[in-house]
C-alpha cells in the first residue's frame, strides 16, 4: 500500500492567515493525488484534483501543488469555516490510501 | 445536484453482518463507480473498496475476505455487507462517488453522503 505521511498534524492560525500543509507519499504518484476539507461532524469534501485542480466551487483560495512524492495545500486568506481537518488522498493505486489528517485549529 | 444517503442499523452485534445502503439521487447510477469509506470514532479515513454500476468491484485487501458490494441500478442504490465484525469495525461510514475506477485506481471521490454511525457491540 502506498502510504501518505501529512504534517504538520495539527496548525494554529487566525482568520486572514495564510497556510501551507504537506503531503508526502512513499513512492512516486505523479499527479494522483487530492485533498478533502471536513468540517466536524460533517463528510469530507474535495478541494483539489489530480495535485492541482480546483473542484468546481471551491474558492480560488485553496491551491494545490506538487507532482512526484511531495504535495503542498497552500489556504490563503483563511475564513472561518476552514478550521477543519485536511486529508490528502492518492488515486495511482488501490487500495487507495489517505493522508492522517491535518487539524486546523483557531 | 446529486445527493447520496447512506442507510442502516446503527448497532450491530459482534459476530454479525453490518449491512448498509446508499441511495443515490439527482443522477443516473449508471457510469460511475461507488465507493465505501469509514472513519472510526476521532480517527482517519479508510477506503473500503468500490462497486460499479455494472456489478463489478474492488475491495481493501485488509477487508476482502469480510466484504461484499452490489448495486441495484432499478432502485438507484448500492449496498455494503460487513461480515464477522467487531468492535474496531464501529465508525462513521461514508458512501462516495468517483467518476472512474480500473483494477489498478479509483479517481478523487467528488460526491458523498453525509455518513452513518454503526456501533457494535453486544
Known amino acids: 500500500d502506498i502510504q501518505l505521511t501529512q504534517f504538520p498534524s495539527s496548525l494554529s492560525a487566525s482568520v486572514g492567515d495564510t497556510v501551507t500543509i504537506t503531503c508526502r507519499a512513499s513512492?512516486?504518484?505523479?499527479?494522483?493525488f487530492n485533498w478533502y476539507r471536513q468540517k466536524p461532524g460533517k463528510a469530507p469534501e474535495l478541494l483539489i484534483y489530480?495535485?492541482?485542480s480546483l473542484q468546481t466551487g471551491v474558492p480560488s483560495r485553496f491551491d494545490g501543488s506538487g507532482s512526484g512524492t511531495d504535495f503542498t495545500l497552500t489556504i490563503s486568506n483563511l475564513q472561518p469555516e476552514d478550521f477543519a481537518t485536511y486529508y490528502c488522498?492518492?488515486?495511482?493505486?488501490?487500495?487507495?490510501?489517505f493522508g492522517g489528517g491535518t487539524k486546523v485549529e483557531i | 445536484q446529486v445527493q447520496l444517503q447512506e442507510s442502516g442499523p446503527g448497532l450491530v452485534k459482534p459476530s454479525e453482518t453490518l449491512s448498509l445502503i446508499c441511495t443515490v439521487s439527482?443522477?443516473?447510477?449508471?457510469?460511475?463507480?461507488w465507493s465505501w469509506i469509514r472513519q472510526p470514532p476521532g480517527k482517519g479515513l479508510e477506503w473500503i473498496g468500490y462497486v460499479y454500476s455494472s456489478g463489478g468491484s474492488k475491495y481493501n485487501p485488509s477487508l476482502k475476505s469480510r466484504v461484499t458490494m452490489s448495486v441495484d441500478t432499478s432502485k438507484s442504490q448500492f449496498s455494503l455487507k460487513l461480515s464477522s465484525v467487531t468492535a474496531a469495525d464501529s465508525a462513521v461510514y461514508y458512501c462516495a462517488r468517483s467518476r472512474y475506477c480500473t483494477s489498478a485506481t479509483c479517481s478523487h471521490m467528488d460526491v458523498w453522503g453525509k455518513g452513518t454511525t454503526v456501533t457494535v457491540s453486544s
Open positions: 488522498q492518492q488515486s495511482y493505486s488501490t487500495p487507495v490510501t
Open positions: 439527482g443522477d443516473s447510477i449508471t457510469n460511475y463507480y
Open positions: 489530480a495535485a492541482s
Open positions: 513512492q512516486s504518484i505523479s499527479t494522483y
